[in-house]
């Protein structure tokens, strides 16, 4: 992975939030994270095609549900600066507020996949 890869996901406000949750979670699916971030379900699905196209992200079906994770693949260093960069985040309102959505969402399809 080119460092202009990773760098161009983080710099786009949608698909950072979207990482962002994604490092606190194992995997969420794409409705968790449309609640999580108030915002449209194609909207959210074109921001997360961009980052598994990049290899940010990796895919893994269960049934009828889609769910996203960071991808186990990627360099130590993009790991290192997704992780510092979370850390950075997790005291801004938008990231905490995110989160707060997300614990607030009511039978959550990632719960129901790891039974």
């Known amino acids: 992975m080119e460092p202009e890869t990773l760098f161009r996901a983080l710099g786009d406000s949608t698909r950072l939030r979207c990482l962002m949750l994604l490092l606190q979670d194992d995997e969420l699916c794409v ?27 990796a895919v893994r079906r269960d049934g009828t549900w889609v769910f996203y994770r960071v991808n186990e693949r990627l360099p130590d260093w993009a790991r290192l600066v997704l992780q510092r960069t979370r850390q950075g985040c997790a005291q801004e309102e938008r990231f905490r507020a995110d989160r707060a959505r997300l614990e607030r969402m009511t039978s959550r399809p990632s719960d129901k996949a790891s039974i």
């Not at 994270?33 to 990049?54: F, G, M």
């Open 31 to 57: 409705c968790e994270l449309t609640e999580a971030l108030d915002l449209s379900q194609p909207k959210i699905s074109r921001h997360l095609a961009h980052l598994r196209e990049s290899g940010i992200t």
